[in-house]
């Protein structure tokens, strides 16, 4: 089965930036999507940006348009998130999952393999 590995969270500044990384290895299909979620202590699983692998197409929520950046690296099986201008609201458990097939990409359910989640923490 799949697994995935986050990584690159950290304790930074309001307007830093970040990179984090998710390393993904075992069986994944040729039709799939991988996406990045964040979590904060009390709050539902935020759905933030998949990547739809056979196209490239990516989307975004409207709190990190404009600033957050999802790619990949098909080579190093490793999907990314830049992140850029960040705040003490983009503060949360950040996730990377995989989905068998696109499907809605809008869907938080359509992903059923997660990684374990990078802690990202913005201070003013």
């Known amino acids: 089965q799949l697994q995935l590995v986050e990584s690159g969270g950290g304790l930074v500044q309001a307007g830093d930036s970040l990179r984090l990384s998710c390393a993904y290895s075992g069986p994944h299909g040729s039709s799939f999507a991988m996406g990045w979620f964040s979590q904060a202590p009390g709050k539902e699983r935020k759905w933030l940006a998949p990547?739809?692998?056979?196209?490239?197409?990516?989307y975004y929520a409207d709190s990190v348009k404009g600033r957050f950046v999802i790619s990949r690296d098909n080579r190093a099986n490793r999907v990314y998130l830049q992140m850029n201008s960040l705040t003490p609201e983009d503060t949360a458990i950040y996730y990377c999952?995989?989905?068998?097939?696109?499907?809605?990409?809008?869907?938080?359910?359509?992903?059923?393999?997660w990684g374990q989640g990078t802690q990202v923490t913005v201070f003013a």
């Open positions: 990547i739809v692998w056979s196209n490239g197409n990516t």
């Open positions: 999952a995989w989905a068998a097939r696109p499907g809605s990409v809008y869907d938080v359910n359509i992903f059923r393999a």
